[in-house]
């Protein structure tokens, strides 16, 4: 069955910097790949959806890179600030046929 | 746009107890989803319904779980005779489109402890 790993369960960076999260997965390439961050207590909040054939999207301080040869895709923040300290979650959609699988997700603390 | 409301936020009960979460999607949605989170993990899948049709529901779902989208609007779902392994966040989730490769609006979850 489908596995999503994502890199580590907590990532440290010092604020200004670049934060960068891993997503790698097994077995077949899923057609969509989402981001989402969720806080302590909350719901998960998307981000942005990166297609299969689609390399690379940006959102304002956020890029997402979709590797289906690595299958992988990474997350960045640049210029990261405290208020980016969040969990975050990539979720695979299968070819459409199921539901969203989410990964673990990446704590990410972003030091002043 | 109100967002996804989900209630209770917090439920405390007893092992053997019932529950009852309800959830009520963006109006013009017409998928709902539930999740179930626990600690350091992502959410898990289980189950959703296309307006009123429930279409899916995954393994974890065992027979004490049921849930209903009666008119497609709000949901419920029940925990019949609760177990402390059913400790965890129960997320819902809607989605505008017809099929699963939209984006989710998530609520902020019901958090159930069983003691």
């Known amino acids: 069955s489908q596995k999503i790993e994502q890199n580590s369960e907590a990532l440290n960076i010092q604020e200004g910097k670049t934060a960068t999260l891993t997503c790698n997965y097994t077995n077949y390439s899923p057609a969509y790949l989402q981001w989402y961050r969720q806080d302590p207590g909350r719901g998960p909040v998307f981000l942005l959806l990166?297609?299969?054939?689609?390399k690379e999207k940006r959102k304002e301080r956020l890029k997402v890179t979709f590797d289906t040869t690595l299958k992988q895709s990474l997350f960045h923040i640049t210029a990261s600030q405290p208020a980016d300290s969040a969990t975050y979650l990539c979720a695979l959609d299968m070819r459409g046929n199921t539901p969203l699988v989410f990964g673990k997700g990446t704590r990410l603390s972003v030091i002043a | 746009d109100t967002g996804v409301s989900q209630d209770p936020r917090h439920k405390i009960t007893k092992r053997g107890q019932n529950v009852t979460f309800r959830c009520d999607p963006i109006s013009e949605h017409n998928r709902l989803y539930w999740y179930r989170q626990t600690l350091g993990q992502g959410p898990e899948f289980l189950t959703y319904f296309q307006n009123e049709a429930q279409l899916e529901k995954s393994r974890l779902l065992s027979d004490r779980f049921s849930a209903e989208r009666p008119k497609g609007s709000f949901s419920t779902l029940e925990i019949q005779r609760t177990e402390q392994g059913d400790s965890a966040m129960y997320l819902c989730?809607?989605?505008?489109?017809?099929?699963?490769?939209?984006?989710?609006?998530f609520g902020e979850g019901s958090r159930l402890t069983v003691l």
């Open positions: 990166i297609r299969e054939n689609e």
């Open positions: 989730a809607s989605s505008r489109t017809g099929t699963h490769t939209g984006e989710l609006f």
